[in-house]
């Protein structure tokens, strides 16, 4: 009697990985994620004040710590391939990896002069008021500028308006540089004055 063949073994389903057993990032547990990305129902002026101003500093806390990963990712990769991280599996630019770098390493060093909690919720607006130079730091603090809500289009006016004013003499110009300057002005008349004799005598040619 032939013997009856034995069923083939069913396939594991896709949820499966080869070997048969659950991949590590399905056990991840996805409650938090729901309970984050829910919408909370708002009814009052102060639980609208403290939805927002919590968001505003999650914000603010997620670019820096892009950009700490990104130092670290830096200062531990082999050489080259930092780079090729940014470059192919980044959603971003080298320029912003940088932005965010600078930004992040400014913050944890400390070379601000305000603390942390008054950065804007916006890497590219953090990182227009670290290129300041330091007096011109201190000059937007003091102006009232360095706040959450500043924009990065007025740091970067603010910054205009600063180089411009420091284009312009402070004082009045001295002895040496006025008698300089005539000296320049005398040289150029006698030429004009040269070359005016010089078209006359050719024009009074002409009519000849």
Do not use: C
Not at 97 to 114: Q, S
């Amino acid at each position: 009697m032939t013997p009856t063949a034995k069923p083939a073994r069913k396939k594991l389903g896709s949820a499966f990985g080869d070997d048969g057993l659950v991949p590590a990032e399905r056990h991840r547990d996805t409650r938090g994620d729901l309970l984050v990305s829910a919408r909370i129902k708002l009814e009052t002026r102060r639980e609208f004040i403290e939805e927002i101003g919590r968001l505003w500093k999650r914000a603010n806390d997620a670019f820096l710590d892009v950009g700490r990963h990104l130092i670290e990712a830096k200062a531990r990769l082999e050489h080259g391939e930092f780079g090729e991280m940014v470059e192919r599996d980044m959603p971003f630019s080298h320029r912003t990896a940088n932005m965010l770098m600078k930004v992040a390493e400014a913050v944890d060093t400390g070379a601000l002069p305000f603390p942390a909690d008054q950065l804007p919720p916006s890497y590219a607006t953090v990182y227009e008021v670290v290129t300041l130079k330091p007096e011109e730091q201190q000059q937007a603090v003091a102006a009232g500028l360095v706040n959450p809500t500043v924009r990065r289009e007025d740091v970067v006016a603010f910054r205009r308006q600063l180089r411009v004013q420091a284009s312009r003499p402070t004082s009045s110009p001295s002895r040496k540089a006025l008698e300089k300057e005539l000296a320049k002005l005398k040289v150029e008349e006698r030429r004009i004055r040269e070359r005016r004799t010089e078209i006359e005598h050719m024009l009074s040619n002409l009519e000849d």
